[in-house]
């Protein structure tokens, strides 16, 4: 039984062992722990977010799909753990204020209730002195609760409790001592002794005989003056808290205290970074980790150079005898015990502070649970931020890291770092959407031209053809010699191939040497800008940029290059630095290289035992002998061991230091360790760099040396402004303008800044009083007018003179007659008589008069100079009404008139639309010849010359297409014992020995002819493919190729037409043909127009530019006036008016001569010279001017007698020459030159008048003198004439050779022995025979060498009767005849389709295909989402993400079979499961919570938050704070105003005391009556209160009310006088509110006694705003029962319009 007994714990205990066995291999194998850690900080953050549980969302990124269940469980155990926590906190801290203890409805609410239980229990049991630690256990959490709260308020307790608010403070000595008595007591006496902890709550103080009880500070003894009750705590740190870090009020000063990881410093104040490497602190593994310094903090670098947080390592377990220690991190250890429970409270005796004893709290809040620190610190740490945000004490709140600012280079190359809120995006360069045949280059920023035929791209024969790369493009170049090379090509005899010529480099270009640059380009060249030095052409933004020098790495080693704008400097580096094994190259900076350990006597091997040997970065210590050991050394031989040098190893991208002992980032880029590319820039980062493409700027920016951003340069400040004498330079954005520098007395123009107007000065009556002021141009005029006389001052602004003129008394001014009656000066009227011209209109005016000329007719202008009227040209000037692009204006005396415009060539009127121009068919009318096709192009067209059709072809006139000749039906040229077949190009006679389909072989055998290799079939190629059958073939016909693709007769298969290159696009003029496969695309070019026009996408062309209406022109806006003509403008001077005959030069500044000449205005027999203002004509040869008409009349050369024609020829005159004509005639076949008057051969032949046609197409033409001669066709070697007149090839079949034009029988058996041994050759007609001397049987025939019978091949031979689609197989003296594969015999033996799918159903196709019976075959039909492998059998899935671009609007994930659309954070999937629809957060959330404390605004995939005016939207982006206006200064100037801060604003109030009242000095809010003396029997005097309140209170609109259902506003209290009985009375004097929102009542609020002198105003119903609300709190005073005077309080309520 004892044995028994005994055996059952062991068995127990060995089950548990094993059971931790499992689960500790279990975690190990699925390695379950990260994923708990890292699901568990997922929920924790999620619940922080106030998100539900619930609603966590799934799947999880970057979590295996095996784990995706297990994370969704942890997270939702951490996310409600979270707010089991936060309840009951916020439990415990409804105990303290003596609230009720009552569940909550939200997450974790279950746990409010049980912690606030708990707490109330601990605070009576400790403020009544009995004790926190009881045996006794309620269970979790009401324990934890219980001990907590009882500390807090046991008597003596100095324990330290973290604050329920979100700011850290120190609870300890919250609370001073109490006073002390200087009195001493017996120990008999001392009753506070004899009774401790028994007489008083807080504390006993011995009294004679007796004792009282007093309070600490903060409590106040209550009625049995015994127990305490708190008061409200006044918290100096609350309300002006001094301190970075923690805070303490000890009640008679402030003590500051820092943070882990922070030390006090020296001003007691703020707190200094403890650096815990350097002082040995930290808890980094030695060897495996290295320590590096954070601010507050510290990290461990890991071997694979990633980072782990304080505490992110397992503990070390240390056995001391019988006590187990579990080693950690202070630091973690100490967020661990701020933030868990302890339930047992049993603490390992053996570690003073040890916080992780065997009831410490688990992951799932149980005990008897161990965890690692770093997944507590995510869930449990409320001082900590989540990743990507970093803690402000500034604001007490996480904000947002900057990522990219922070860590240069985390995109790399090609994308740009993006910050968002708490992490960062990589967003990719966009690039530009280059035409086919461009590929966008980074560097450049520009589309730059593939090289076809360099990257193998090209589909050109390389056999027959050369591939020549062109801008944009590739051609196909058939092989040939020299001069088949393209225009811009020309041929290399190295690489036997058509290369490009550089026009540059060979200097045949056309581009000016001082002005441009030449650039060679395939096939071509351009001539780019001349770019100054340090800049280079931009073919993207067609400019000068700065080029980027340091591309090219001009600084020496150990010099790092800056770029500049058109320049470069070289900055110096520090010394590099090498990781450990490693040291500067030869004193450099800028390179490491290995150290010789061995060599410089740096190694540990023994010097006896062991040789050093030097490797890469370390070296290794090999023993001398392995056999032999010295058993006396100390030493232990290692055998191959391997030693570094002595310092600590670093992870890759560190190197250690020492001097500080630390492993330090290596900079890559200093130390040239990097492999970043010329075009690319090495920035360093964290153990490691990173390659970022090399930024440029554009024209009119500089890279800034510091942030590295391209800045505008300042072109006027840094004097590279080129503006002239006379202009002001103003700076613009990344360009400058040259502006009109105004004269004195006129400013700039404020709608044009180029434009100088007059300044008014009159305006600021710059004249003395009695003076009238006369603006003019540039300056002003003063005048005055007196009895005697007139001043006139004329004041200009460019000189400081001024003018008087004054006359004598005795004289009137000019312009004024004295008045023989009144003897003053008065005006004369000179228009009275005849001062003006006759044209022109006289006005008087005050002292002179004016001629003002008439104005002209309507269509005619006046001149300037000549002050004639003139026509207008209203073509000339812009100022017709004709319709631009559609009418023609004509120019008319004194008017104009609109005129059809006429297209341009090759273009015609629309009919429909006469304002548009459509293209001319120009092939219709048939202009090419018949050797050419017609191609339409846009505006034109083209011949293009067609390749001559080979012998025994003819071109089709209608198709243009060479077809075959039939010469078996058109020529007949076998014999009759041949039969004609017809081929391809040609013919072919053969023998009717053999049966059609077969001709003799070698051996005299009938043999199968393969029709489709020699052309003897009847298919049309290439719309049907010819397919060999025994003796026959047969035509299948092809489907026709889709549009844009042409069958290739050789390869047929459907190839591309490149419409581009033959022209058989539509692109219009202004679009640029795109070659693609199947079709072609016309973009839009901005070089194709011509200069002046725009291409027009609407209407598909190039429009002309209006360059007037665009303020595009340069014409001179003081002095000219831009008239728009086609494709350009024009610029008509306004002024200065030049002499007849000459023009204002702009340039010259000064009139030219006009070449009139130019506009040929002489007759047609005078030739224009010009000369200076005119010009004069001249007649021309031949002519001479007639003295009466002045004309030039034509000279008759032949009357006159200056011919020079011979005897032999008659002068004849002609208009302005003569000619010479032969007296005598020419014989038939000659004609009369005209030009040498000899008699020149008609060639027949040419001329075609020949009649040799009549005798056939074998006849041509051959030309004598005078005449022609007919001759037959002569055919060369091997060739005869047929009767269509063409020599083709003699074809002569096997037996045959061509003699003398015939095909004659080769005797073979003359001409050699063919035939074997044993057998006798006979002769026959083409072939010959070998009869055997031996007799073989059927199916045999005698071997080569005549010895033995052999079998015959009856397949071979073709002599077999297999039919149809049978196949022959040879057997031994016959054969046998058998169906193909897929085919089998039916009843009458004949091959018949077997149906693989019904006979072996599910077995031939995979089960995701369906199988189709083809004729002698199957196929396999994949099912939707499939597509077919290459063994044609099974079928693979078909991963819709990638091969259908754009099948899901967010994210796409590949299934089986299909695919599944998932959406990005934010958004729904719609109904069409592809489409995402954006969620509207604001309204999802409406009702179940608040996402913003302030207005939520709904954005595209997630939400923002924005406040209203007088609110601050925080640094947590939610919440909006009111802004205290009353704060900002003086926001109220009334004397008596007094501000009052509201919910979004403020009041300005004044208190204005009522009539016998005045302001109360000591209470600015207060009104007190002047005289408080009232007589006896003055009842009104009595009952006027003593004094008025104004109290004004901010509220919000409808602010909640807690569970009690009321919150206190206002307490009024009375005097403490025994024998005073007080009342009070409430009254609503007013409520405004605004239409809409209801209008508070006296029933809101609920006026309740607190005690005999106190009442309590409390809002009972929840109050809309915005309103204001006005209270009347009336209290009555009665002495004894009689009345003694009253107080009235005013309370003014303002209620904001919103909640928060």
């Known amino acids: 039984m004892r044995s028994r007994t005994m055996k059952r714990p062991l068995r127990v205990r060995l089950g548990v062992y094993t059971a931790l066995l499992l689960l500790l291999f279990t975690a190990t194998a699925g390695d379950l722990e990260p994923t708990f850690g890292r699901c568990c900080a997922y929920g924790a953050n999620w619940a922080r977010e106030a998100q539900q549980c619930s609603t966590f969302p799934a799947p999880v990124s970057g979590i295996p799909s095996e784990h995706q269940s297990i994370c969704i469980t942890a997270a939702g155990i951490c996310c409600l753990r979270y707010f089991r926590d936060e309840q009951c906190q916020k439990g415990k801290q ?249 339930i047992n409270n049993e603490v390992d005796p053996g570690i003073p502070g040890s916080i992780l004893g065997r009831g410490a709290l688990g992951v799932q809040g149980f005990p008897g649970t161990r965890v690692e620190h770093r997944y507590l610190d995510a869930t449990h740490s409320q001082g900590r931020c989540p990743p990507g945000y970093n803690f402000n004490l500034d604001t007490i709140v996480c904000d947002d890291v900057d990522e990219c600012e922070v860590t240069s280079g985390l995109c790399g190359r090609g994308a740009v770092c993006q910050n968002t809120i708490g992490s960062y995006t990589c967003a990719h360069i966009p690039v530009a959407d280059c035409p086919p045949g461009f590929a966008f280059d980074l560097n450049q920023q520009s589309c730059l031209d593939i090289d076809e035929c360099l990257d193998g791209s090209n589909n050109c024969n390389q056999t027959t053809h050369f591939c020549i790369n062109t801008n944009g493009a590739f051609t196909c170049q058939q092989k040939g010699g020299p001069t088949d090379c393209i225009a811009g090509y020309k041929y290399s005899s190295q690489q036997q191939t058509c290369v490009d010529v550089d026009e540059c480099l060979e200097e045949l270009h056309g581009c000016n040497p001082e002005e441009e640059t030449c650039r060679n380009t395939a096939g071509a060249y351009e001539c780019d800008i001349k770019c100054d030095d340090g800049f280079h052409f931009s073919l993207s933004l067609q400019t000068c940029v700065d080029q980027d020098e340091c591309v090219e790495l001009p600084c020496e080693s150990g010099w790092q290059c800056h770029n500049t704008a058109g320049s470069y400097q070289c900055l110096e580096l520090p010394r590099a630095f090498c990781p450990a094994g490693y040291k500067p190259l030869n004193g450099t900076v800028s390179g490491c290289e290995d150290v010789d350990e061995c060599a410089e006597n740096l190694h540990t091997c023994h010097s006896l035992n062991e040789i050093c040997i030097n490797e890469i970065g370390k070296y290794r210590c090999e023993p001398t002998s392995t056999n032999e050991v010295d058993e006396g050394s100390k030493f232990e031989i290692l055998t191959h061991a391997t030693f570094q040098t002595p310092v600590q190893e670093c992870p890759e991208g560190f190197g250690f230091d020492l001097n500080t002992s630390q492993c330090l980032d290596i900079d890559e880029c200093s130390t040239n360790l990097d492999d970043c590319s010329v075009s690319e820039r090495c920035i360093n980062t964290l153990g490691s760099y990173t390659c970022r493409l090399r930024r440029r700027c554009s024209a009119g920016y500089a890279t800034d040396l510091i942030t590295g951003e391209c800045k505008d340069v300042d072109e006027c400040a840094t004097g590279i402004a080129s503006c002239l004498p006379g202009q002001i330079c103003f700076n613009t954005e990344g360009a400058f303008e040259c502006r009109v520098e105004c004269q004195d007395g006129f400013r700039y123009d404020p709608t044009d800044a180029a434009v100088c107007v007059d300044i008014d000065e009159c305006l600021e009556s710059p004249c003395e009083f009695g003076k009238l002021c006369t603006n003019i141009e540039g300056s002003y005029i003063c005048t005055s007018v007196t009895t005697q006389s007139t ?37 004369i009227d000179e228009c009275r008589n005849q001062v003006c011209e006759p044209e022109q209109s006289c006005q008087n005016s005050y002292g002179s008069y004016r001629c003002i000329w008439l104005p002209c007719d309507r269509g005619y202008t006046r001149d300037s100079l000549t002050h004639e009227c003139q026509d207008i040209d209203e073509c000339e000037e812009g100022l017709h009404s004709c319709q631009v692009g559609v009418e023609q204006c004509v120019n008319n005396p004194g008017g104009h008139t609109c005129q059809p415009q006429p297209c341009a060539s090759g273009f015609t009127r629309d009919s429909l639309d006469p304002r548009q121009c459509i293209d001319i068919d120009e092939c219709k009318l048939a202009p090419c010849g018949p050797e050419e096709e017609c191609i339409n192009s846009n505006g034109s067209f083209r011949c293009r010359h067609l390749t001559p059709c080979s012998p025994g072809f003819r071109r089709d006139e209608e198709s243009k297409e060479c077809k075959d000749i039939d010469e078996c039906i058109e020529n007949a040229p076998c014999t009759r014992e041949e039969r004609c077949v017809n081929t391809f190009g040609s013919y072919r006679c053969r023998s009717l020995d053999c049966n059609a389909g077969y001709q003799r072989d070698e051996q005299g055998r009938c043999r199968d002819v393969d029709e489709c290799v020699t052309g003897e079939h009847t298919c049309q190629v290439p719309k049907e493919e010819c397919i060999n059958t025994q003796g026959s073939y047969r035509c299948k ?128 027999n005078e030739i224009c010279e010009n000369t200076h203002g005119s010009f004069r004509c001249n007649c021309r040869t031949g002519f001479s001017r007639e003295e009466s008409s002045k004309k030039c009349e034509d000279q008759n050369e032949c009357q006159l007698g200056s011919h020079t024609c011979s005897q032999s020829q008659r002068c004849d005159n002609t208009i302005g020459s003569f000619v010479c004509i032969r007296i005598a005639g020419c014989g038939t076949g000659y004609t009369l030159n005209h030009n040498t008057g000899e008699c020149d051969d008609n060639d027949e032949c040419k001329l075609n008048t020949h009649d040799c046609n009549q005798l056939g197409p074998k006849y041509q033409c051959f030309n004598i003198r005078g005449s022609f001669r007919c001759k037959e066709k002569t055919c060369p070697q091997n060739q005869i004439l047929i009767q269509s007149g063409l020599c083709i090839n003699l074809t002569c079949d096997k037996g045959f050779r061509p003699i003398e034009g015939i095909c004659q029988d080769i005797n073979e058996c003359a001409e050699g022995i063919p035939c074997q041994r044993n057998e006798q050759c006979i002769n026959t007609r083409g072939s010959y025979t070998c009869r055997s001397l031996l007799n073989c049987g059927a199916g045999y025939q005698m071997n080569e060498y005549g010895t033995q019978c052999i079998d015959i091949d009856e397949c071979a031979d073709g002599t077999h009767q297999c039919r149809g689609n049978q196949v022959c197989s040879n057997r031994q003296g016959g054969y046998i005849c058998q169906c193909p594969t897929g085919f089998k015999f039916n009843e009458i033996r004949q091959c018949q389709d077997f149906n693989e799918c019904e006979t072996y159903p599910g077995s031939v196709c995979s089960g995701n295909a369906v199988c189709e019976n083809t004729e002698g075959s199957f196929r396999c039909n994949c099912k939707e989402g499939f597509k077919q492998s290459n063994d044609g059998r099974t079928c693979l899935d078909v991963n819709e993400c990638i091969e259908i671009p754009g099948i899901c609007h967010h994210n796409c994930i590949n299934v089986w079979g299909s695919h599944q659309c998932t959406c990005r954070a934010g958004h729904n999937l719609a109904r069409d499961n592809r489409t995402c629809s954006d969620i509207n957060e604001c309204e999802e959330y409406r009702g ?126 009375g005097p403490l006088w025994l024998s005073t009985t007080v009342q009070f009375e409430l009254e609503l004097e007013s409520a405004r509110a605004p239409l809409g929102v209801e209008a508070a009542t006296r029933e809101f609020f609920y006026l309740k006694h607190t005690s005999f002198n106190q009442a309590v105003i409390s809002l009972v119903k929840s109050i809309s705003g915005p309103q204001e609300i006005q209270l009347v709190l009336n209290m009555q005073l009665y002495q004894q029962g009689k009345y003694t005077g009253s107080a009235i309080a005013k309370l003014l309520i303002y209620v904001s319009e919103y909640d928060f």
């Open 1488 to 1613: 179940r919570g608040r996402l913003c404390i302030g207005i939520c605004v709904n954005t595209i995939g997630t939400f923002k938050c924005s406040c209203p005016d007088g609110y601050n939207l925080v640094a947590d982006g939610r919440t909006c704070k009111d802004i205290n206006e009353c704060d900002s200064g003086n926001v109220c100037r009334g004397e008596n105003e007094h501000c009052v801060n509201t919910h979004g604003g403020y009041k300005c109030n004044s208190i204005t005391c009522p009539a016998n009242y005045i302001r109360d000095t000591r209470h600015k809010n207060r009104c007190k009556k002047v005289s408080l003396y009232c007589l006896e029997d003055d009842e009104s005097c009595h009952r006027e209160p003593l004094s008025y309140s104004y109290n004004f209170l901010p509220l919000v609109s409808n602010l909640s009310l807690p569970t009690t259902g009321q919150v206190d506003l206002f307490t009024m209290r």
């Open 791 to 827: 001043r006139t001052t004329t004041f200009t602004t460019t000189s400081a003179t001024t003018t008087t003129t004054s006359r004598p008394p005795s004289s009137c001014p000019s312009g004024f007659g004295r008045n023989p009656n009144s003897l003053q000066c008065e005006d």
């Open 1037 to 1164: 016909t092809l489907p026709e190729c889709p549009r844009g693709l042409i069958r290739d007769p050789s390869l047929l298969r459907c190839v591309d037409v490149d419409e581009c290159t033959e022209g058989t696009h539509d692109c219009h003029e202004g679009e640029r043909c795109y070659n693609q496969y199947g079709t072609y695309k016309c973009r839009a070019s901005s070089n194709s127009c011509t200069k002046g026009f725009r291409y027009n996408a609407y209407q598909r062309r190039c429009k002309d530019i209006d360059e007037c209406a665009e303020k595009a022109d340069t014409c001179e806006g003081s002095t000219q006036t831009c008239v728009n003509s086609v494709g350009s403008f024009r610029c008509i001077d306004r002024q200065p008016t030049c002499d007849f005959g000459f023009q204002y030069d702009e340039e010259l500044k000064a009139c030219v001569d006009i070449d009139e000449c130019i506009s040929n205005p002489c007759p047609e």
């Open 94 to 342: 409804a105990a303290q204020v003596g609230q009720d203890c009552v569940s909550s409805s939200n997450q974790g609410g279950e746990y409010f209730k049980d912690c606030c239980q708990g707490c109330k229990l601990g605070l009576f049991s400790g403020s009544m002195g009995m004790g926190c630690n009881m045996g006794f256990k309620f269970g979790f959490p009401w324990d934890s609760a219980f001990v907590q709260c009882c500390m807090q308020v046991a008597p003596g307790s100095a324990a330290s409790f973290p604050d329920i608010g979100n700011k850290l403070v120190d609870l300890n000595n919250l609370y001073p001592g109490v006073i002390s008595t200087t009195l001493t007591y017996s120990e008999s006496d001392d009753l506070c002794a004899r009774f401790a902890g028994k007489l008083c709550a807080h504390v006993c103080v011995p009294t004679p005989g007796s004792y009282r009880c007093q309070c600490r500070a903060g409590f106040t003894l209550s009625t049995d003056n015994k127990s305490c009750i708190q008061d409200a705590l006044i918290d100096r740190c609350r309300q002006n808290n001094p301190c970075a870090h923690i805070c303490r009020d000890t009640g008679v000063s402030i003590e500051c205290s820092c943070n882990p990881g922070y030390n006090l410093a020296p001003d007691q104040r703020t707190c200094e970074d403890v650096n815990e490497c350097s002082s040995g602190v930290h808890g980094c593994l030695p060897g495996e980790q290295v320590c590096y310094n954070q601010i507050g903090s510290y990290a461990c670098i890991n071997a694979d150079g990633s980072l782990s947080s304080p505490g992110g390592v397992q503990h070390q377990t240390v056995s001391t005898g019988s006590a187990t220690t579990h080693l950690g991190d202070a630091r973690a250890g100490a967020a661990l015990g701020s933030s868990s429970y302890d």
